[in-house]
């Protein structure tokens, strides 16, 4: 399969604290993103971080990337009860691939 | 701008029914693509459109169909409908390229009886 895998599948925090989230990939990719998905709904666009860039940061969020090891990582700081959702990333291939991983579950305790 | 929409947001089918979502992109984009959510199987990509074509397509069986019309509106259709086509149907539009920023619509969540 091609599509990404996170880990953790759930992580349950409390408030206040970082929560860092991983993605893995199969291939060589043009970009990946990180998405937000809050109980049946859709999902929010949070960051986009592209083959050529390591480190990218969005006010409380920070991705990283490595291409040698396929990875990427997903810190969010300081996090809030309003930060509990579903994570997902989303790795894109060949420019007309679009795989999401299997998400992450975050449970912000206040 | 408004958002995207998609139209039922709930629905309810029986086996051997067809059924026809829809999906209104954010004005100014051209693409839109959709997206199958389920427990088991995750997000899964169906199918995008732009400028009325299919540019790109999952692995789904041919049950799964989509059109789009001029003013970039979408939509899609499933015939025959099995139990395990109950899911979230998940739109999602994009500017002009597919592998860019994608922004998804709240979804109509299908239960096939």
């Known amino acids: 399969s091609q599509q990404g895998e996170e880990d953790p599948q759930a992580l349950s925090i409390q408030e206040g604290e970082n929560a860092t989230m991983n993605c893995s990939y199969k291939?060589?990719?043009?970009?990946l993103q990180w998405y937000r998905q809050n109980s049946g709904r859709g999902l929010v666009h949070l960051i986009l971080?592209?083959?050529?860039?390591r480190e990218k940061h969005s006010g409380r969020l920070r991705v990283t990337l490595d291409t040698s090891k396929k990875s990427s990582s997903l810190l969010i700081t300081a996090s809030r009860a309003a930060d509990t959702a579903s994570y997902f990333c989303?790795?894109?291939?060949?420019?007309?691939?679009?795989?999401f991983g299997s998400g992450t579950k975050l449970n912000v305790k206040p | 701008k408004a958002g995207v929409t998609q139209t039922p947001r709930y629905l309810i089918k029986t086996r051997g029914q067809q059924v026809t979502l829809s999906c209104s992109p954010i004005?100014?984009?051209?693409?839109v693509s959709w997206y199958q959510q389920t427990p088991g199987q995750g997000l899964q990509f169906l199918f995008e459109y732009f400028s009325e074509t299919q540019r790109n397509k999952g692995n789904f069986p041919g049950r799964f169909s989509g059109r789009q019309f001029s003013n970039s509106r979408s939509e899609m259709n499933v015939s025959t409908l099995e139990l395990g086509d109950s899911a979230l149907y998940l739109c999602a539009s994009s500017h002009l390229e597919f592998q860019e920023t994608q922004y998804f619509g709240p979804g109509t969540r299908l239960l096939v009886l």
């Open positions: 989303a790795a894109i291939y060949n420019f007309n691939k679009f795989y």
């Open positions: 971080i592209r083959s050529n860039e």
């Open positions: 291939t060589s990719i043009n970009n």
């Open positions: 004005s100014g984009h051209r693409s």
